[in-house]
C-alpha cells in the first residue's frame, strides 16, 4: 500500500473526530492529510507544500465563517436593539407598558406617548425594561 492512502485514510479519520470533540480545528488537519496524500499520489514534490497552504486555508476559512470567534454574542434584551415591536397595552403616565417582540412579552419604557398597536423601536435596555422610541410615520 503506497504511503499516499495511508495520509487519506488518516485525514478523513482526523476530521471524523471533529464530531467527537468540536472546536479543535481538526479538519484543518484533516483536510491538510487528505491533500497531502492525494498530492503524494500524483505530484509528489508538491505535496508537503500544497498540505501547508490547504491546512493554513482551512484555519482562516472555520476561524471566520464556522466558528465565529471574535463575534459579539448578544443575549437577553440587548438582542432587540435595533428591532421594531409592537405595544400591547397604552403606556401609563410613568412611561411604562407592555411590548411584544419576536413572540416575547417585554416590559418597556419610552418618553413617547405610545397607545396600543403602536410600532416601535428598541433603542436600549435599562435592567429589564427595554428602551423604546415610537416609530414615526406608522
Known sequence: MEIGYIFIL???LVIALEAIVPG???PAW???LLIYGVV????PQYAFISAIIAGVLTIIILHKFVYGVGKEIKVGAERF???IGIAIEDFEENGYGRIKIENQI???KSKDKIKN??????VGVEGVSLIVKKVEGE
Open 106 to 108: 417585554w416590559l418597556a
Open 81 to 83: 436593539v435595533g428591532m
Open 40 to 43: 503524494l499520489l500524483i505530484i
Open 117 to 122: 398597536g403602536d410600532k416601535v423601536e428598541i
Open 10 to 12: 488518516a485525514g478523513f
Open 30 to 32: 484533516g483536510i491538510a
Open 24 to 26: 479543535l480545528y481538526f
